[in-house]
């Protein structure tokens, strides 16, 4: 047997290194041959197999050869030494194959020869367009012979592949397939002819399609004006207008922004919008186009579900997302750049946030021993987990992270990061560590910077070479991964004493906590060399670090700059601080003053005015501030603030201004503040702690010194007290004034003004009204002010309105109605204190039947009993008519059946009072499942008194007719039984019943009964 073909096949990505060897073989002379295989991992025992069970001819197992082949470099592997000829082609009787030449990838020699001879398993069309993906210039001319040989989908391979192939001989056969039937073969035959740039007629197709357009968008295109053509599409309308913009991008760059700008505005699953899309997605695979390609493929994944309607498919979309993942495999299978390319632009166009929520399924199990489901795994589903060629190009060889079964969706089996490279192709990417750079400098997802700098950080001979521009973007990263690797590039730079000073400024201004931790021990370490650079100084006040601001602050002195090194400090700080931006200025004023105010307030009080002068002209308001705080500083305080300058502070409403105006004030003269008690009052009232204190303390001062000025400040303050807060806690520093400030204003206030604050309904003037009635002796409130006090919503004016009725017992029982206007109060504790006082300070000759029946009429229960009671102690046989009259209104079933114990004394043979209390009765017997004792006395009384007047049987007989028909009838047989003796004793008297007459019937007498 002699071996005829050998190949050895090689596959490394990550863990993985496997190798494959293929051999063809012919038995002794004859023309029988073998394809033999073996496999397994490098190194060790290889296992064998065969694809020819039997021995078949050259040309059958030639076929299998090449198909085994090409399987295998699809899949990945390489081939480490050509396929050999080990014998002499002599030997063999008949020769197809041609002899592959070293160096000539194998691929493109066993696709020209599918092409004349398709196996069964590869359809033409597809090893066509494979010709077309391999860039196979020579199969042009055996493909042009087999145009409008079979279907056109075997016609649009072809045009796809000359497009992507083809060379200016081939313009006529494009020109012809520009003029084919099917409108996507004419696309992009014409989209083919507009590449080659050898046609010399390129200008007039251009020319042609620009001719299509409306005048508007010719004109917008003319004056590169991109907005107007993006406004111009119109997809309802215009199905065509997205494909000719980007045939015109080909030559105008306005046409390919327009376009971008359009793809990225538009929900690709809307009616007119999918096909135009679908076509420009194959046109930019054609050009190579990997920009445009990544972002169709980016709109496409991140389509709305829900909305795939006809004739948008869901499966169109399932459909494009595997063919831009599959595109980008194939890049990857045949080792093209474009791999690298391609996938860069398609993890370019993912940003953090623009995902979907993460997600995780938990997979449980029932476990028959504990009969409950127990958690068996979890799958994880991150931001970008529907997103196929994203997830392909990171996670390719991912033992934690896999695509599903239904190759819709990817997720992991731990949230943990995976420390080794898992991408697809890493040897591609190792190939252009460039593109891995530009990715850490321009991506906005986390995934990727974390894939970047693995697999950058492989490539020790690049990351040594990364130019010092880059590495400092990278330190303004933010990711914070991105920032640390490149610190760790810098740092070794950096203690090289190679670009130090640049690279100190870089890790000061950079936002890593560990960065500025390292910053802080190597300046302390180094302090001779750092003071030399004049600039660090500066740049660590300055700095957007918390951490590094106060440590400069608190080691100034550690430093020990001598008196030129602090005033030329000085003096470039504050001129520096004019170039900052106004966000950064705001985020380092409050330490910056404290440095200045202790270590540089000499230099404040000597500082040149011109200076000051600088900060008063910017517009920015809060170098006004500065400004401002600096005239205070300086000796020169009363030329520095010009009358213009003091009206600009007092117009400003930022509370700092405010703040300072106070400073100003605090300036001043003490004869000039006493006619400022406005203005003070003004400042006082900001939300502004460091202002409303500043103000508190000077008209504290101010009010000592003068009672003018006190008078003043509360008259405007005053009316302050019935209005709402105007910021958080007002009503509280409000008060603090009057209690602490204006006290003596307070204890002169009238007793009509005290009761205007009790009756307020704020906070702040209750408080106050407290304050006076403890501290004023000369207030005089009626007994029925101080009842209404006890219901005040503040405790202690509930209590000392108790407090007053204790000492005024007299003065209560004179005012009686008014006094027991306290029982209103809705406070438990008032109503207790109010029940016992009547019972034990209130006599006999203190109450009357009025009284008394206003304590039965409240709604309070405590308060009924407590007149029921008192009615008893107190009751006068005089008032028992009056009581029986009121308290048979009342609608508690207490009182009526209360009330009922004086229907026998007092309405008893007086039909005139009996008819008075009908709805007293009628309530009483209304009542269902209630009042039983009040209802029979009631049913008692009536039936008593009908008894004795005809008048009231049928007053009574009219009330128990009406309730034996419209009220419960549990009561119904005691009705009937009334009415019944009511008509035995007045027949008539009309009830509605009737009563039966008894007929006896004689007995008929026998013989026995005679005897008898």
Known sequence: MKIIKHTQLRFTEGKSDKVYEIDLCQLSDKNEYFVNFRYGRFGANLREGSKTAEPVELEKAEDIFNSLLVSKLNKGYLDTQQTSVLSSASDLTVQKTTTIEVGVDPRHEVILNYIDSPPKHWPLNRIIWRAGLLNISASANKIIKLIGTQDVMLDYSITWTLARCADASHES????????????????????????????????????????????????????????????????????????????????????????????????????????????????????????????????????????????????????????????RKYGEIASTHFVNLAFEILLSIKDGEGNAKSKIENKQYVRQTRQYEVTSTSYFGEFSKYLAFNYILHKHSDLTNISPSAKVWSSHSEEVEQNRNEAFPELWDQQPDKLLLLLLQSKCGQIHDFAIKAVTANTEFCQSIALDSLLSLLKSPFKQTQLFAFELLKALFENDKHKEVILYAFINTQCDYIHLYTCEWIESNVAKFKKFTKAPIFLLQSKSQTLRQYFIDKFDFFEFSDKEKSDFFVSFIQSILTLKEK?????????????????????????????????????????????????????????????????????????????????????????????????????????????????????????????????????????????????????????????????????????????????????????????????????????????????????????????????????????????????????????????????????????????????????????????????????????????????????????????????????????????????????????????????????????????????????????????????????????????????????????????????????????????
């Open 584 to 1012: 950064r200025i705001a985020l380092i004023m409050p330490d910056v003053f404290t440095l200045l105010s202790l270590h540089f307030s000499n230099y404040l009080y000597v500082m040149p005015t011109n200076i000051i002068d600088n900060f008063y002209n910017s517009h920015i308001e809060i170098l006004q501030i500065i400004a401002v705080k600096l005239t205070v500083a300086n000796k020169q305080f009363n030329t520095i603030l010009t009358a213009e300058r003091y009206a600009m502070i007092e117009r400003s409403n930022l509370p700092e201004m405010k703040g300072l105006l106070i400073d100003i004030f605090g300036l001043q003269d003490k004869s000039i503040l006493l006619k400022e008690a406005g203005k003070l009052v003004m400042l006082w009232r900001t939300d502004n702690s460091f202002c409303r204190d500043a103000a508190f303390k000077i008209i504290q001062t101010l009010s000592i010194d003068s009672e003018s000025f006190s008078n003043d400040v509360f008259q405007l303050l005053f009316p302050d007290l019935f209005l709402a807060e105007i910021y958080e806690s007002s009503h509280q520093h409000l008060t603090a004034v009057f209690t602490q400030v204006l006290q003596t204003s307070l204890q002169a206030l009238d007793t009509d003004t005290i009761w205007r604050l009790l009756s307020a309904k704020s906070n702040a003037a209750n408080t106050i009204s407290q304050f006076c009635i403890n501290n004023n002796q000369t207030i005089n409130f009626s007994v029925k002010q101080y009842a209404i006090l006890a219901n005040h919503k503040l405790v202690n004016i509930r209590n000392h309105s108790i407090e007053y009725y204790k000492n005024n017992v007299t003065v209560i029982k004179q005012s009686q109605i008014d006094g027991l206007r306290i029982l209103n109060s809705k406070w438990d504790h008032v109503i207790d204190f109010a029940l016992e006082y009547f019972k034990t300070e209130f006599q006999d000759a203190d109450w009357n039947c009025q009284l008394l029946v206003s304590l039965c009429d409240n709604n309070n229960e405590k308060i009924q009993k407590m007149g029921r009671d008192l009615i008893l102690k107190f009751f006068k046989q005089k008032d028992g008519p009056e009581y029986l009259s009121k308290l048979s209104q009342h609608p508690s079933k207490n009182v009526q059946l209360f009330s009922t114990q004086f229907l026998n004394d007092f309405a008893s043979n007086n039909p005139e009072k009996i008819i008075s209390l009908k709805w007293f009765f009628m309530t009483v017997l209304s009542s269902v499942y209630k009042a039983r004792v009040s209802k029979n006395r009631v049913m008692s009384f009536l039936m008593t008194e009908s008894i004795k007047s005809k008048r009231i049987a049928v007053f009574s007989a009219d009330i128990f007719a009406h309730h034996s028909v419209t009220i419960n009838t549990m009561d119904l047989e005691k009705y009937i039984d009334a009415m019944v003796q009511i008509k035995n004793t007045y027949p008539d008297v009309d009830v509605p019943i009737e009563l039966p007459t008894i007929k006896i019937k004689p007995i008929k007498l026998t013989e026995k009964h005679h005897a008898v």
């Open 173 to 328: 056969t494009l020109e012809s397939l520009a003029k084919h039937k099917d409108v996507k073969i004419q696309r992009v035959a014409l989209d083919g002819l507009l590449r080659l740039d050898s046609i010399g007629n390129k200008t007039e197709r251009f020319q042609t399609i620009y001719d299509q357009l409306s005048k508007k968008a010719q004109v917008a295109m003319d004056n590169n004006d991109t907005q107007t053509l993006v406004e111009l599409v119109n997809f309802n309308k215009e199905t065509t207008y997205l494909q000719l913009l980007y045939s015109l991008a080909l030559q105008s760059t306005c046409c390919y922004d327009a376009i971008t700008q359009i793809i990225n505005n538009i929900r690709v699953n809307k009616q007119n919008v999918f096909k135009p899309i679908r076509h420009i997605l194959k046109l930019s695979e054609l050009r190579n186009d990997h920009k445009m390609f990544a972002l169709i493929t980016l709109k496409i994944e991140s389509a709305d579900l829900s909305n795939w309607k006809e004739p948008l498919k869901q499966g169109s979309r399932v459909y494009l997302r595997k063919r831009s993942q599959r595109t980008v």
